[in-house]
């Protein structure tokens, strides 16, 4: 019977007395106690003996001090196999209630570090922003070739700091701005005005004294998912020397944007998607709420093309 009990835990998936102080026994080995025990009650006939004892004790024949005696050891017996399955059953339950709240810290734990990722990723991203916003020679470089825009030797000084920035494994386009909206510089280069969703983002960036950073979106044309960070180009001079408005200072308006537009299949999606330990069925979603429904921002790692895709309600 105890054998059985240690074999069943593991055919349950919760082997018995893992995790504490004593080593415990082997499947293999509770098998073999299984066999050979089942072995020695066919071959001795013990099974055909209890059943000869049970018989006794409902004949007739047999003293009442006999009788008693069949009952009590059978009575014994009855005790010994509930109290070994209710053993086995307990114990079942408390290794199943200790390995759910293992499975919790450990998710609780990868979320967090996944939270602490993306946080620090979006930093990096608003850090590079900050960078051309108070980099002195961005504004000089603007501001000339605003001022000359056939100058060639302008432009160039631009677009080589530019494409130095989306060079990176980061930005998949980069794009300068006048302040009456104006595309003036694309990498890579296109002819194409900007759309709605542009123009929609443009607006409160030539506005803002600091970098910011728009929430994942369909862009405009081929409706791929990006996002985008504009940063306000001011003058020489005016530009501000920390994030945000300084108090009482006067408003200056900027004189362009910078748009780095982001890619998120190239880092964020499969930041997100990546588990650190194996697991068959463990993923990390990206959500947010829009209306009555709960939207998906992340693509899935089982399921494809889910990125702002699926939706399901609230309720």
Known sequence: ?????????YASGTPLFYGGQGVPMAWLTAIAFVALNLGLLLSHG????????????LDSDVSETQRRFVWRML????????????????????QQTSARADVYSDLNAIADLK???????RRERLSDGRFLLRAPFVAEDVAALLANPGSAAARTKVFRWLNLMKDGDC???????????NLRLA?????????AVVREELAPALRANDTTMTDLHRA???GSIHLDMLVPVFAPNAQPAAPGFTPGAPRVAPIAAILLRL?????????????????ASAETLLVRREGDEVVYLNELRHRHSTALALRFPVS
Not at 75 to 94: E, P
Not at 173 to 178: I, K
Not at 263 to 279: G, N, Y
């Open 75 to 94: 009575t014994i017996l009855a005790g010994f196999v509930v109290a070994i399955s209710l053993t086995g059953f307990f114990y079942l339950k408390r």
């Open 187 to 195: 990498i890579p280069e296109s002819n194409e005005a900007p759309g």
């Open 171 to 181: 930005y998949e386009s980069a794009w300068l701005f006048e302040a009456a909206g």
């Open 115 to 121: 939270v602490a990722q993306i946080v620090n990723w």
């Open 220 to 222: 405009d044309g081929n």
């Open 1 to 9: 019977l105890v054998g059985l009990v240690i074999a069943l835990g």
């Open 263 to 279: 890619d998120p299949e190239r880092f964020l999606f499969p930041l997100i998607q990546t588990w650190p330990m194996p697991s």
């Open 46 to 57: 013990v099974v055909s003996g209890l059943l000869d004892c049970f018989a006794l004790g």
